[in-house]
């Protein structure tokens, strides 16, 4: 066991991209996450949190646990004994209904943290009847409601029965049902509460259907098939399945991407490049771009600090059409940056061979063998 | 505080309820009934009767006393329903502007809507007797199966009644509401809604305070009134096979062979054999009267009705079906409406669920109180109670070769919405049309019409370029709406609907103007008949004073004279005056009363 000192200041740990961890926190864990700000003491972290501080405790360990934020001490050992143990736990503390905190009250999974959502403050001002913990949950919730999965949305698991699916599909209804907010002045909010609700609805009435579950069940085993193979599945068939969900969501997802991808820009120009990074990871993971990922990778490779990310992202560019003549050239650069000169002569060769005639890649590999 | 009723608006039947202190209870009429007859009556003099007094006087004046108006409401002139109606009902049905139906009484076109608001306006009247206030708000209850023209018909009736309707909720949904209130219940329930004119079944779920509704349907031309009819049936045809004399065309005959029916039907729920006398039901030409005698026993009403019987149950057969549940995973069965009361549908009920229904709940009551408790909980904000209604209908889209597109499924949770994208199909298109269904049939002519929606202003471009997104929007209340926006440019589009059957905008304001009017001259002539009731008084103890005034003092005397001409003078006034010289007569009665008191007092 770790024992917290409650005098203690945690930190966010350096270089944690939260895109791709192997624990997922709760919901819970990220509300305390979002408080961590490298100069609050777990005390006051715990007295400001409303979890209580026996829950704080919890989560700071958990955090922690997952190497998400660093502590005074640091006992790695122990930790990683931590980690399964106390997620138990925390797992089963989040389906209590807490109605105090934004980030407790959201039952669902969503990829984005709480913590690291960017609130819209024209909407977060606009005076309505509601308040800015609900106002925040409302706009956090529908913002990521395409990114989510009917299952993530309840916040269950995949094998959830019917009365878990009822439970949470209640509780959630008694949170955004119009009907809770009648006669109230909701402004804007009124369609995106709509919406929440009724996807909602849609997500309970599918998976508590045995025959619509297994349709669905069947479309998102699909879904991972084409996301790890990169053949485009928008052929006009599908299209018509669902055209105007289809639509609605592309539509939304490409404005997210070229959010994420104008504010990497502007990190990248001020020169906070691992800030940069990851907007520009949570980018691609709405739309896999391949020019886009060159595009970074490449002007990653003056950076010399960053060349891991340039291949990463090169790399990304490379699994979305593998093909790529661009991708395997840059590839190799990244690599001849690195000096790695096999990995780079790997990968001119590949290059090479769809394009036999390249003078300059053979004038590469020629300097590199050298 | 801001009270809201919960208004029960039934075919036979309606009834008013209110949350006191935290719990809901029905409020009685003047007479002391809970409930009160959905009956409009106008009489010679043009004067509205609502309720006992319009049923009451029903067999002298027939064919202006309109019963089981809603069993017309929202319904189109061609429809099957108002056919069965005109050939059945002593009042006269006439096509109304929209293709709607409407009554002729005393010479006067009333809209349905009209004849509703009538009633919803007695309600409100019972209301304001026992709460003391006018209640200004109610939620009203529609049978579950109605369509979206007969929802709406059934908010305009509100609104001409002055009553804002906040919510329009399903009957079966509201008795399920009334029998979980205050209850910590996890269960799956069956509503089984037998009321006057309509059947509904619902299946439930309900836990936490929350009421899912997971499938409904129902058949709103199937109740109480045709198990009467079937009475009446009978008794004519053997009345006729004995004396060749159909009553039916005897309007007066027939308004007294369908009280019969009635009594007979309720009567057969205790006793296994009822008699029916009516005495002097026919006279014949040749002045002999004839009388109608007989007994109808338990059996034979149930073999005269045992095929309705059974529709319900295929009903509910099915809507288990589309629930995805089994008979089994129902916990409980309740039984509404007054048909309930019958022996033989609690049989088959049972007999079809496998356990005897739950008598927790008032069969005429329960609707009215959970109007009441959803009334409540939305304009408290209570967090305890959350209703989760479906539509049960499809609603859909005509399409080339009068196809029918289903847009929102049956059984949909409402509110929810479906956007549509529509495209030009010819190069400078300008204008879409779109026709709006609602119904179960693949082919559109076989569903109900909801209106048809003209896109236009479109911009000039080649076919497939302008590209509208229509979205169709249920509410809360199950009504449709339908809003437009222009894809590229965000602008919302006009919709011009051009065929609907419902009330126009202007119509509803002349109706409601109307009825401010009638309430206006309703309320003078109650004011007028309560002056001449005070002149009368005054009249009498003037008369009384002097007749007993004792001496006969040359004051006494005087006054005596005084007394002719002012009593002759009002006397006059009570036959034919207006507001105006009651007002001067009372006065001087009033005068001349307190002289001679003063006469008599000094003697």
Redesign the interface.
């Known amino acids: 066991m770790v024992d917290i000192d409650e005098n203690w200041v945690p930190e966010l740990a350096p270089g944690v991209d939260l895109q791709s961890l192997n624990a997922q926190p709760t919901p819970e864990e990220f509300f305390v996450l979002s408080r961590i700000d490298g100069s609050s003491t777990v005390d006051s972290i715990a007295k400001t949190s409303g979890l209580g501080k026996d829950k704080t405790l919890t989560c700071v360990k958990n955090l922690h646990g997952y190497g998400l934020i660093e502590l005074p001490i640091s006992n790695a050992e122990e930790t990683e004994q931590e980690q399964s143990k106390s997620k138990a736990d925390t797992t089963t503390e989040s389906d209590s209904d807490d109605d105090g905190d934004v980030a407790v009250s959201i039952k669902g999974r969503f990829p984005l943290p709480f913590s690291d959502f960017e609130f819209d403050q024209e909407l977060l001002e606009q005076s309505v009847e509601l308040d800015d913990d609900f106002k925040r949950e409302i706009i956090f919730v529908h913002a990521q409601l395409d990114s989510v999965d009917h299952y993530q949305l309840l916040g269950v698991e995949r094998d959830a029965r019917r009365r878990q699916l009822?439970?949470s599909y209640?509780k959630m209804?008694?949170r955004y049902?119009?009907?809770?907010f009648?006669?109230k002045i909701l402004g804007d909010f009124q369609p995106l509460i709509?919406r929440i609700?009724?996807r909602v609805?849609k997500a309970y009435?599918t998976l508590s259907?045995?025959n619509k579950r297994k349709e669905y069940d069947a479309i998102l085993a699909r879904g991972r098939e084409s996301h790890a193979t990169p053949v485009q599945a928008s052929t006009p068939a599908s299209r018509r399945s669902e055209?105007?969900e289809a639509?609605?969501d592309s539509r939304k997802r490409d404005m997210a991407f070229k959010v994420l991808i104008q504010r990497g820009d502007k990190a990248f120009d001020n020169g906070h490049i691992s800030a940069a990074l990851k907007e520009y990871r949570k980018a691609l993971t709405l739309k896999r771009d391949e020019q886009v990922a060159l595009r970074i990778a490449r002007s990653l490779l003056d950076q010399p600090d960053h060349l891991e990310d340039a291949t990463a992202f090169a790399r990304a560019a490379q699994k979305i059409s593998p093909d790529s003549l661009e991708a395997l050239k840059l590839l190799g650069a990244v690599y001849e940056q690195r000096e790695q000169l096999d990995d780079a002569i790997y990968h001119y060769e590949q290059a090479l061979e769809s394009a036999p005639d390249d003078a300059d890649l053979r004038a590469r590999i020629d300097r590199l063998r050298s | 505080m801001e009270r809201i009723i919960g208004i029960d608006l039934g075919t036979t039947n309606s009834c008013v309820a209110v949350v006191e202190a935290g719990s809901p209870q029905v409020i009685p009429n003047k007479g002391g009934y809970k409930t009160t007859p959905s009956a409009v009556a106008i009489t010679d003099s043009g004067r509205r009767l609502v309720g006992q007094m319009a049923k009451r006087q029903a067999i002298t004046n027939a064919e202006h006393t309109v019963y089981a108006a809603k069993r017309l409401i929202g319904r189109k002139w061609d429809s099957s329903e108002v056919r069965h109606c005109i050939e059945t009902c002593p009042y006269e049905i006439i096509q109304g502007p929209h293709d709607d139906a409407r009554i002729k009484l005393r010479g006067k076109e009333y809209s349905l809507p009209e004849i509703s608001s009538i009633i919803l306006q007695e309600m409100k009247i019972v209301a304001e007797d026992f709460l003391g206030e006018e209640p200004e708000k109610a939620v009203v209850t529609v049978p579950a199966y109605f369509n979206d023209n007969q929802r709406k018909a059934t908010k305009d009736a509100g609104r001409i009644a002055g009553l804002d309707i906040i919510r329009i909720i399903n009957e079966p949904t509201a008795a399920a509401l009334a029998y979980g209130f205050g209850k910590d219940l996890d269960a799956t329930v069956a509503i089984y809604d037998l009321g006057g004119g309509t059947f509904d079944i619902s299946i439930l779920d309900i836990h936490e305070g929350v009421f899912d509704v997971l499938s409904t349907a129902g058949d709103t031309f199937l109740g109480g009134e045709d198990f009467d009819a079937r009475i009446i049936e009978h008794l004519a045809f053997e009345f006729a096979r004995e004396h060749r004399v159909d009553l039916r065309n005897d309007q007066m005959a027939l308004q007294r062979l369908r009280d019969a029916a009635e009594k007979a039907k309720i009567e057969l729920s205790s006793m296994d054999e009822t008699e029916i006398s009516l005495p002097f039901i026919h006279s014949m030409d040749n002045g002999e009267a004839l009388h109608l005698q007989t007994t109808l026993s338990r059996e034979k009403f149930e073999e005269l009705v045992i095929d309705l019987v059974q529709r319900t149950i295929k009903i509910c057969q099915a809507t288990l079906q589309e629930s995805g549940l089994e008979v089994e995973d129902i916990d409980d069965v309740i039984l509404v409406g007054g048909m309930t009361r019958m022996p033989r549908i609690q049989q088959d009920v049972a007999d079809y669920f496998g356990k005897p229904p739950s008598k927790q709940v008032h069969p005429d009551e329960a609707v009215a109180l959970g109007a009441a408790v959803q009334g409540d909980a939305l304009v408290e904000g209570r967090g305890d109670v959350l209703l989760l209604d479906v539509t049960p209908h499809s609603l859909g889209l005509m399409v080339h070769g009068g196809g029918f597109e289903v847009l929102i499924e049956a059984n949909s949770t409402i509110p929810t919405s479906h956007s549509h994208i529509f495209t030009t199909v010819r190069d400078g298109q300008t204008s879409v049309k779109i026709v709006v269904l609602q119904g179960e049939s693949e082919r559109a002519e076989q569903n109900e019409l909801l209106g048809e929606f003209v896109l236009s202003g479109l911009r000039h471009a080649p076919a497939g370029e302008v590209e509208i997104e229509v979205t169709f929007e249920i509410s809360a209340d199950g009504i449709v709406s339908v809003h437009a926006t222009d894809m590229e440019t965000g602008k919302k589009q006009s919709i011009t609907v051009t065929a609907t059957s419902g009330l126009t905008e202007d119509e509803i304001e002349a109706m409601i103007s109307e009825n401010e009017d009638y309430l206006v001259e309703l309320k003078r002539s109650e004011e007028l008949e309560s002056q001449r009731d005070r002149i009368r008084k005054s009249i009498r103890e003037v008369e009384k004073l002097l007749a007993n005034g004792g001496a006969d003092t040359d004051l006494v005397a005087k006054l005596k004279d005084r007394a002719a001409d002012v009593v002759a003078g009002a006397r006059n006034c009570l036959d034919s005056g207006d507001a105006d010289s009651l007002a001067s007569a009372g006065e001087d009665l009033e005068k001349l009363l307190q002289s001679v008191r003063a006469a008599v007092q000094s003697i």
Do not use: A, C, I, L
Request: aromatic residues 14%; positive net charge.
């Open positions: 009822r439970g209640f209804s008694k049902h119009p009907d809770r009648y006669q709509e609700f009724q609805t009435q259907n045995r055209p105007r639509m609605n």
